[in-house]
C-alpha cells in the first residue's frame, strides 16, 4: 500500500486577513493605548514641573522671612544702641512689612518683644519648609509613577511594532505564495 501523504496548507487570503488584522490591531493599540499613557505620562512631568517652580518660590519665601528678620532686628538694635524709639514713619513701614508676612500678629516694635517675633518668624519659616518637603516627596511619587508609565508605554510600544512586522510577513506571504494566483 503506497503511504498517502496529505499535505495541509492555509489559504493565503487567510494569511492576509491575519496580517491586515495585526496591522490594524497594532494602529489602534499605539493609537488609544500608548497616545494616552504618553499624554498622561506628560502630565506626570507637567505636575512635577509645577511643583518644582512651587518649591523655588517657597524657598525664596523663606529667604525673604530671614531677610526681614535680620532688617527688623538690626533697626532695632541702633535703636537700643542709641537710646531712643524708632522714629514714627520707620516704625510704621515695619511694622507694615512684618503685617504683610505675619497678618494675624500685632506687636510694639521694642526689644521685649523681640523673643515673641523671631518666634513667629520660627514657626512661618517652618510651615513654609514643611511645604516644601510635602512637594519634594510629591515629586518622588510623580517620578516613580513617570518611570513605571514610560516602561508600560516602552513595552506597549515593543508588542505594537512586534505586530506590524508579524502583520507584514503575513501580507508578504501572499507574494510568497504564488501557486494560488495560478488556479
Do not use: C
Given at each position: 500500500?503506497?503511504?498517502?501523504?496529505?499535505?495541509?496548507?492555509?489559504p493565503?487570503?487567510?494569511?492576509?486577513?491575519?496580517?491586515?488584522?495585526?496591522?490594524?490591531?497594532?494602529?489602534?493599540?499605539?493609537?488609544?493605548?500608548?497616545?494616552?499613557?504618553?499624554?498622561?505620562?506628560?502630565?506626570?512631568?507637567?505636575?512635577?514641573?509645577?511643583?518644582?517652580?512651587?518649591?523655588?518660590?517657597?524657598?525664596?519665601?523663606?529667604?525673604?522671612?530671614?531677610?526681614?528678620?535680620?532688617?527688623?532686628?538690626?533697626?532695632?538694635?541702633?535703636?537700643?544702641?542709641?537710646?531712643?524709639?524708632?522714629?514714627?514713619?520707620?516704625?510704621?513701614?515695619?511694622?507694615?512689612?512684618?503685617?504683610?508676612v505675619?497678618?494675624?500678629?500685632?506687636?510694639?516694635?521694642?526689644m521685649?518683644?523681640?523673643?515673641?517675633?523671631?518666634?513667629?518668624?520660627?514657626?512661618?519659616?517652618?510651615s513654609?519648609?514643611?511645604?516644601?518637603?510635602?512637594?519634594?516627596?510629591?515629586n518622588?511619587g510623580?517620578?516613580?509613577?513617570?518611570?513605571?508609565k514610560?516602561?508600560?508605554?516602552s513595552?506597549?510600544?515593543?508588542?505594537?511594532?512586534?505586530?506590524?512586522?508579524?502583520?507584514?510577513?503575513?501580507?508578504?506571504?501572499?507574494?510568497?505564495?504564488?501557486?494560488d494566483?495560478?488556479?
Amino acid at each position: 500500500m503506497a503511504r498517502y501523504r496529505r499535505k495541509w496548507t492555509i489559504p493565503t487570503w487567510i494569511l492576509v486577513g491575519m496580517g491586515l488584522m495585526l496591522n490594524i490591531i497594532s494602529a489602534l493599540l499605539t493609537n488609544f493605548y500608548i497616545d494616552g499613557a504618553t499624554r498622561q505620562a506628560n502630565d506626570l512631568l507637567q505636575q512635577q514641573q509645577a511643583n518644582d517652580k512651587l518649591i523655588n518660590l517657597v524657598w525664596q519665601q523663606i529667604e525673604t522671612l530671614e531677610r526681614k528678620r535680620e532688617h527688623t532686628l538690626a533697626l532695632l538694635a541702633v535703636s537700643d544702641m542709641a537710646g531712643q524709639a524708632l522714629p514714627d514713619p520707620v516704625r510704621e513701614v515695619l511694622q507694615q512689612d512684618i503685617a504683610n508676612v505675619l497678618p494675624d500678629l500685632t506687636i510694639k516694635l521694642t526689644m521685649s518683644e523681640i523673643p515673641y517675633l523671631m518666634q513667629q518668624f520660627d514657626r512661618l519659616q517652618q510651615s513654609q519648609r514643611e511645604k516644601i518637603n510635602t512637594l519634594y516627596f510629591d515629586n518622588q511619587g510623580l517620578i516613580k509613577q513617570h518611570a513605571g508609565k514610560m516602561e508600560s508605554i516602552s513595552i506597549l510600544r515593543n508588542l505594537a511594532l512586534f505586530l506590524q512586522i508579524m502583520g507584514l510577513a503575513l501580507i508578504l506571504a501572499r507574494d510568497l505564495n504564488r501557486r494560488d494566483y495560478a488556479r
